[in-house]
Nanobody, 120 residues
């Protein structure tokens, strides 16, 4: 499956953005859809995930209470980001895995990434 992420941009601290990730084909109920981010010079970091079939979500502590993952239909997952901080600046990626995991290496399909820049 191919993933297409979009919705990034430049926003002031405290603002909001919603990222979208659209799959080229139906996401199976057993799949896990994750969001990751990577800032310059840093490793790719887990942001959150959704277990597709049951809709259960899980977040990194750094974004808990500010970011929300949701889904629409069989092919789209969203990342709603509120109360953004400069340290949230990164390229954001969506990805698919077959099992519950926060490890980037376990995700087999990746979107191309979308830049989020938060100014102070």
């Amino acid at each position: 499956v191919q993933l297409q992420a979009s919705g990034g941009g430049l926003v002031q601290a405290g603002g909001s953005l919603r990222l979208s990730c659209v799959a080229s084909s139906r996401i199976f109920s057993s799949a896990v859809m994750g969001w990751f981010r990577q800032a310059p010079g840093k490793e790719r970091e887990f942001v959150g995930l959704i277990r597709w079939g049951v809709g259960r979500v899980y977040y990194a502590d750094s974004v808990k209470g500010r970011f929300t993952i949701s889904k629409s239909g069989a092919e789209t997952v969203y990342l709603q980001m509120n109360s953004l901080k400069p340290e949230d600046t990164a390229v954001y990626y969506c990805a698919r895995a077959v099992d519950f995991t926060t490890a980037p290496s376990q995700y087999t399909s990746w979107g191309q990434g979308t830049q989020v820049t938060v100014s102070s």
